[in-house]
């Protein structure tokens, strides 16, 4: 399997370690309009070729796979051009930045009979798989609600809001965790620091299901956070990616029992053990690497994940719109999500 690799800034230089670990795969080009990055891939991966053009890697008829890690606005161009070289496409969160493209690009992928994969690796973490298995499997009762913390001190975009850096990834763990998509999002927040580019947000989601979410996204914070919260009637579950224990499993709750005369009633609360999971050390990506690369060579594209990556651009415009109309409820045009198995 040959493989390369479009932009090396923050991303992209995972991806291309990665591939190097996996069995039987070539990285055969990088790609980057900066010669210095470039150079920093060749002192690495001498025997890889180097450069500045995407059409040098679309005219390679021996080239397997392009695995795209440059800004979102350039996704649907250069993810386009790739199906239509005949080549599989694996592109960075988000899928597109506009739900019309992102339908395209699927459209296209299916038309073509390609895979397309997008980079929602927390679907492939180890903690986030536990916390879908108490899910499925009913430990935690009863979903109540979801909240969630993802903030830290920068990195402020020049091309995109805090919605469109952070928010992929809790929006496509709910989606995951859930398997259903929202009735309606409502958002605010405010832009801090850059004139126009929204760096504080709150949102609020609310499922079919009843269940609640509430996910705050922030660049303006004194430390680092990635903080889940999931309660459920029967027990809770606490998911800290920063944590050496990242899984915490709470056996609380609270009971009500009807009142027996009027004006009374009774709540009995229970706090039991805290149980933290063994969790498989897995790299999250390498484990969607090897994924992307099995589908490649199964001829099964991964419609489920690009069901999600579809869905979480439909959401993401949802809450810019909200936020523009200072929480207003807005629908997201959602295609309804496929059950992901990873």
């Known amino acids: ?14 991806l291309l370690r990665v591939l190097h670990e996996q069995d039987d795969v070539t990285v055969r080009h990088v790609c980057d309009v900066d010669p210095e990055r470039l150079a920093w891939a060749a002192a690495r991966y001498p025997a890889v070729g180097l ?11 021996e080239l397997d796979a ?3 890690a440059t800004p979102v606005h350039t996704h649907f161009d250069l993810a386009a051009r790739t199906l239509g070289a005949g080549k599989h496409c694996f592109v960075e969160k988000p899928l597109a930045s506009s739900t019309a493209d992102a339908d395209a690009l699927v459209e296209l992928a299916t038309d073509t009979g390609l ?12 903690a986030v798989q536990t916390v879908k ?4 499997d009913g430990e935690l009762g009863e979903l109540y609600f979801i909240s969630s913390s993802r903030v830290n001190l920068g990195l402020h975009q020049r091309d995109a809001s805090v919605v469109w850096d952070l928010a992929p990834h809790d929006f496509s763990i709910l989606l995951y965790w859930l398997g259903e998509n929202p009735d309606w999002v409502s958002a605010i927040g405010r832009a801090s620091v850059v004139p126009d580019v ?28 990635r903080r889940t919260v ?11 990616d920063t944590s050496t224990e990242p899984i915490r499993v709470f056996d609380a709750g609270v009971t009500y029992r009807d009142p027996e005369t009027f004006g009374e009633y009774h709540l009995s609360y229970r ?19 090897a994924d992307f690369i099995a589908s490649i060579r199964s001829e099964k594209p991964t419609s489920a994940n690009v069901a999600v990556a579809r869905d979480v651009v439909s959401l993401i415009e949802a809450t810019e719109r909200s936020l523009l109309q200072r929480g207003a409820l807005r629908v997201p045009a959602v295609a309804g999500v496929a059950s992901v198995s990873t």
């Open 1 to 14: 399997m040959t493989t390369a690799v479009v932009g090396l800034g923050y991303w992209g230089p995972n």
């Open 51 to 61: 450069t500045t053009d995407i059409q040098d890697l679309l005219d390679d008829p």
């Open 66 to 68: 392009i695995l795209l």
């Open 115 to 126: 895979t397309l994969m997008c980079g929602h690796t927390f679907l492939y973490s180890p």
């Open 133 to 136: 298995r108490l899910i499925d």
């Open 198 to 225: 929204t760096d504080i947000a709150f949102i609020d989601l609310s499922f079919p299901s009843g269940v609640l979410a509430h996910v705050e996204l922030s660049w303006l914070a004194p430390s680092k956070l």
């Open 230 to 240: 999931v309660v459920g009637s029967e027990k809770m579950v606490v998911y800290d």
């Open 271 to 289: 706090t039991g053990d805290i149980v933290s999971p063994h969790l498989d050390n897995s790299e999250p990506l390498a484990l969607q690497a």
